[in-house]
């Protein structure tokens, strides 16, 4: 099956402390996407990368980081700078060099943070 | 700075209706305009996308409406199921810019009754 697979799908932290979510795809896709979703605040992008070895900050980057070593995988470390982690994550992935961009999304990991 | 403003917020209709689901942007250089669906506790999923070219594309029973000079486009459910209750996102992408971001809106929870 091809297809988005994000792990664990709950994670529990203490405050202060940092915590890695991970993202691996097997879609073959140049570009992968970090969102964060809290209730009615809609999607918004905390990262994306286009390439391996190479990614942005999206709109609300501060208090994460990211890295891009392989194609198929693209993890998020939420960090203690992050003043309010809790919330449910998403990654997502697409092509790239086509005209319209359809991602594709994983079923997410809900991040609880006290 | 960017924006889609999508309404209503949240949406209730009965078994048969025609739930419609709005948005707006800003962005005159947006050209690509998918809508996803999301079951709570899951990712979003991809429904159906429209690009700056068409005035209505339909798949099933889900419409895309399209008004370029009024910079809008609508989601029509025909015949609503109760299986079609979930939160829906609409967004839109510069497909001639460089980095394939998509920018959503805040998302609307459609509840159809049976």
């Known amino acids: 099956d091809g297809g988005i697979t994000q792990s664990p799908k709950y994670l529990f932290r203490k405050e202060g402390q940092n915590v890695t979510l991970s993202c691996e795809q097997n879609l073959n896709h140049d570009a992968m996407y970090w969102y964060r979703q809290d209730p009615g605040q809609g999607l918004r992008l905390i990262y994306y990368s286009q390439i391996v070895n190479d990614f942005q900050k999206g709109d609300i980057a501060e208090g994460y980081s990211v890295s891009r070593e392989k194609k198929e995988s693209f993890p998020l470390t939420v960090t203690s700078a992050q003043k309010n982690p809790t919330a449910f994550y998403l990654c997502?992935?697409?092509?790239?060099?086509?005209?319209?961009?359809?991602?594709?999304f994983g079923p997410g990991t809900r991040l609880t943070v006290t | 700075q960017q924006q889609v403003k999508q309404s209503p917020q949240s949406l209730i209709v009965q078994k048969g209706g025609i739930p419609i689901i709005n948005c707006a942007y800003e962005?005159?250089?947006?050209?690509?305009f998918p809508w996803y669906q999301q079951f709570p506790g899951k990712g979003p999923a991809l429904l159906i996308a429209i690009r700056l070219d068409v005035s209505e594309k339909k798949e099933g029973r889900f419409t895309i409406s399209f008004n370029k000079s009024a910079k809008q486009f609508s989601l029509h459910i025909m015949d609503s199921q109760p299986g079609d209750s979930a939160t829906y996102f609409c967004?839109?992408?510069?497909?001639?810019?460089?980095?394939?971001?998509?920018?959503f809106g805040k998302g609307t929870l459609l509840t159809v009754n049976p």
């Open positions: 997502a992935s697409s092509k790239t060099g086509t005209v319209t961009n359809e991602q594709y």
């Open positions: 967004a839109a992408q510069n497909s001639g810019g460089s980095n394939y971001k998509l920018t």
């Open positions: 962005n005159t250089a947006f050209d690509y």
